[in-house]
T-cell receptor
Framework: EPEVTQTPSHQVTQMGQEVILRCVPI?????FYWYRQILGQKVEFLVS????????KSEIFDDQFSVERPDGSNFTLKIRSTKLEDSAMYFC????????????FGQGTRLTVV | AQKITQTQPGMFVQEKEAVTLDCTYD???????LFWYKQPSSGEMIFLIYQGSYDEQNATEGRYSLNFQKARKSANLVISASQLGDSAMYFCAMSALVRGTSYGKLTFGQGTILTVHP
């Protein structure tokens, strides 16, 4: 069973629509990261989340993006008004506990904006 | 700031032979970790191996070993006895130690596509 599960695996949305990507860790994780990978390109950091607040974000993570942990287990990434260039694979990653070196990645959500 | 450079866009290897994937890095952090991930065509990111900057011995995990040369700032991945299933994209990544014990965000290289020929 994977450490981190992401849903949905694939989402197609119309430009301008809001999307919510979900990440569920198998155990009590405290650190969460979202990364983005545009097709054929490298993986880019978006945001890190620790102790229920954003600890760091990249320049990509603008006002269109938000993250939250609404119920203490699910971790969500929301894109308020999607653009064509938001089409990418989005990965959630989380170490098992602080101090663990492995950042377990979810299987990713492939977002296609049309 | 951290930077990871993978200079080999693509590599080819014959099945059962060994292959080295190059990775160089740059950082001002005193303590950091180096990671390798495999991304098959299905898209998921699979953790392969980790090396801490303070580790004196090179990391090994089964057929994977990490050739860590701190002075040269290189962390090459060596895959021994290549298998057809090793064909994938391989990413080198690094992260700084934060709060003394845990790792922060990962910075990735551009990746190397490995193709294993039968």
């Amino acid at each position: 069973e994977p450490e981190v599960t992401q849903t949905p695996s694939h989402q197609v949305t119309q430009m301008g629509q809001e999307v919510i990507l979900r990440c569920v860790p198998i155990s009590n994780h405290l650190y969460f990261y979202w990364y983005r990978q545009i097709l054929g390109q490298k993986v880019e950091f978006l945001v890190s989340f620790y102790n229920n607040e954003i600890s760091e974000k990249s320049e990509i993570f603008d006002d269109q993006f938000s993250v939250e942990r609404p119920d203490g287990s699910n971790f969500t990434l929301k894109i308020r008004s999607t653009k064509l260039e938001d089409s990418a694979m989005y990965f959630c990653a989380s170490p098992r506990i602080p101090g663990y070196t492995e950042a377990f990645f979810g299987q990713g959500t492939r977002l296609t904006v049309v | 700031a951290q930077k990871i450079t993978q200079t080999q866009p693509g590599m080819f290897v014959q099945e059962k032979e060994a292959v080295t994937l190059d990775c160089t890095y740059d950082t001002s952090d005193q303590s950091y970790g180096l990671f390798w991930y495999k991304q098959p065509s299905s898209g998921e990111m699979i953790f392969l191996i980790y090396q801490g900057s303070y580790d004196e011995q090179n990391a090994t995990e089964g057929r994977y070993s990490l050739n860590f040369q701190k002075a040269r700032k290189s962390a090459n991945l060596v895959i021994s006895a290549s298998q057809l299933g090793d064909s994938a994209m391989y990413f080198c990544a690094m992260s700084a130690l934060v709060r003394g014990t845990s790792y922060g965000k990962l910075t990735f290289g551009q990746g190397t596509i490995l193709t294993v020929h039968p």
